[in-house]
């Protein structure tokens, strides 16, 4: 898998206020598609408005993984521990807290080394 970039959690962390208003974008686009009749005249723009924000966040680097487009995830590649994993946030958490492996998926998730659970 070719990544464009890795990320520090300090680098993925200051970037979470663009992310956060990119997928805040993508969900509410998706909300509004599904509103519409397949039919409707404004799913096509609205269909390219969503890939549009889907792309600036594959611009960053980091890959948009909730194809439900429900809950807002967001991996960004890393390494930690000589690994090479996804720091993995969730549109309603308030900070990047978790990582997983490549291959472990969202269920493996397991909390950054350091990082405390929020109170």
């Known amino acids: 898998m070719d990544f464009k970039r890795f990320f520090t959690p300090e680098e993925a962390e200051r970037t979470l206020p663009l992310v956060r208003q990119i997928v805040e974008d993508i969900l509410s686009t998706a909300r509004r598609i599904r509103e519409l009749s397949e039919e409707g005249a404004e799913a096509p723009r609205l269909e390219a408005e969503l890939?549009?924000?889907?792309?600036?966040?594959?611009?960053?680097?980091?890959?948009f993984k909730d194809w439900n487009f429900s809950i807002g995830l967001v991996d960004f590649p890393a390494i930690i521990d000589g690994e090479t994993v996804f720091l993995c946030w969730r549109s309603d958490e308030s900070s990047l807290e978790w990582y997983h492996g490549i291959d472990d998926g969202y269920q493996g998730r397991r909390?950054?080394?350091?990082?405390?659970a929020a109170n």
Not at 51 to 63: K, N, T, Y
Request: glycine share 10%; charged share 20%; with cysteine.
């Open 51 to 63: 890939q549009e924000h889907l792309l600036e966040i594959q611009d960053l680097g980091c890959f």
């Open 111 to 116: 909390r950054l080394p350091g990082v405390t």
